[in-house]
């Protein structure tokens, strides 16, 4: 969200410094190069943030995925010994299994 933040701010940045330049108001490179600077500083910040976040996401992720590999076997062997057992009978009172049943 960050990044996107930082986007935003060098995108309203470059139109303002753009279009002040352009309505004539100042025809002063410096006022442009502020603008301009101003949005690169919000691009910075966006980064900045944004960065850390997704090594953040990316380290946590990959933690993730190893405790699933090295807990994958017995979570299996736990479920296929599960549905190996031997089914339950069905209660007689069961409305469904009352009626199929003599």
Sequence with gaps: MALYL??????FGIMKAFGQF?????QDVEL???GISEALVTTAWGLSIAIPCLVFVHVFRHRL??????TFPEVALSI????AAAPEEPRRTDPVVAAVQP
């Design 6 to 11: 930082g986007l935003l701010g060098t995108i």
């Design 22 to 26: 352009a309505a004539g108001e100042h």
């Design 32 to 34: 442009l190069g502020r």
């Design 65 to 70: 995925i190893t405790l699933e590999r090295a």
């Design 80 to 83: 296929h010994r599960h549905l």
